[in-house]
């Protein structure tokens, strides 16, 4: 796939976006008010998490990428919303008064995690119905669609999601949350890692009790395809065809975090670009093992997935 290819993909992600913030301190005496350390924070860093990140590794592989979602107009959601406006990703961001952004702070020392603090709220009704109405009118400039579940509520209306793209002939990946997967009825793929897979249909004991699984609730959903990420075992895919197992092939491993991101990330500009389901999957999961030598959330050139080019 040629950079050109890559830049003609039009990839519209939706769902839950959210702040990952770090702050670094120093740790060197005990409280007097109560017994636990004093943190003295001495920097601070953001990153885009959530479906923000799953943009920023659609854009970065030169995808036309537009995000959509809400954040609060709160200090969070200025601050993701200037973090998306020095990326080349076109920001569709709609600030709610009330809503509280999604935040995930981690409090470091010594490069471990003392804490972790989660700051959220589910948008309501109204906002959701807005947010569907533009969803409409950015699904006419998109090729592929991707909804980025992370359970915080940004795609109340994914049913509806998922049958508007579909009636319009779109591409539809979707990144699934819970125990119940009926709401993404008719998807085109979907791409859960195993251990969501084994909540939504179940365990299983050897590889054939897998694929039964998969294909059951493929043709149950009405899905073409269902990728299950399996980390170290890098990624299998069924469809009407069968199964095609893709084996990890990361030499060094710093942070797993985020790479299912890039895997459906990588997926969707693929597909846009007019690749072949297959070839977007093998080229899913060399970016995975690319990003899992990175440290901390990342994303991919194309001058890493085809340096000869
Ligand atoms: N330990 C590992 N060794 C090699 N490859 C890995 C490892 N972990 C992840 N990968 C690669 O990344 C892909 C996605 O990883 P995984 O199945 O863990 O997704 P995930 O749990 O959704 O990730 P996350 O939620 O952290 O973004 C795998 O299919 C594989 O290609
Ligand atoms: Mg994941």
């Known amino acids: 796939m040629s950079p050109e290819q890559l830049r003609r993909a039009r990839v519209l992600v939706v769902g839950d976006v959210m702040l990952d913030r770090y702050w670094f301190s120093s740790v060197e005496r005990i409280s007097p008010e109560a017994p ?17 990140n799953v943009a920023l590794n659609a854009a970065t592989l030169g995808a036309q990428t537009t995000l959509l979602s809400v954040v609060g107009a709160d200090d969070a959601g200025r601050r993701l919303a200037q973090l998306v406006a020095d990326t080349p990703i076109r920001s569709a961001l709609c600030q709610v008064p009330g809503l509280r952004t999604t935040m995930k702070l981690r409090l470091v020392s010594r490069q471990q995690q003392l804490i972790r603090m ?3 709220s589910a948008p309501d009704h109204e906002v959701l119905l807005d947010l569907m109405d533009r969803y409409a009118q950015e699904l006419e400039h998109h090729d592929v669609v991707l909804l980025s579940d992370y359970g915080k509520g940004g795609l109340g209306h994914v049913e509806r999601m998922v049958q508007l793209a579909r009636a319009r002939s779109r591409m539809v990946l979707v990144d699934p949350k819970g ?15 195993r251990v969501e897979f084994a909540l939504a249909a179940g365990d299983w004991r050897d590889e054939p009790e897998l694929e039964r699984r998969a294909q059951t609730m493929r043709e149950q959903l009405q899905l073409e395809a269902l990728l299950v990420t399996r980390a170290d075992e890098g990624m299998s895919l069924y469809t009407a065809a069968g199964a095609l197992h893709v084996p990890a092939q990361a030499k060094e491993v710093f942070d797993v975090s985020g790479a299912g ?40 050139t194309p001058a890493e997935l085809w340096p000869q080019a």
């Not at 001495?42 to 923000?52: M, P, T, V």
């Not at 125990?179 to 890692?193: C, F, K, V």
């Not at 846009?272 to 990342?298: H, M, Q």
């Open 261 to 300: 991101d890039t895997v459906i990330a990588t997926l969707a500009v693929m597909l846009g670009a007019g690749a072949a389901l297959d070839e977007a999957v093998r080229t899913a999961n060399r970016a995975a093992s690319i990003v899992v030598g990175k440290l901390g959330t990342a994303s991919v």
């Open 179 to 193: 125990r119940d997967y009926s709401r993404y009825r008719g998807a085109t793929l979907i791409t859960p890692n």
């Open 118 to 120: 989660d700051f959220e």
């Open 36 to 52: 636990v350390p004093v943190a003295l924070v001495q920097r601070e860093q953001d990153r885009l998490g959530g479906a923000a």
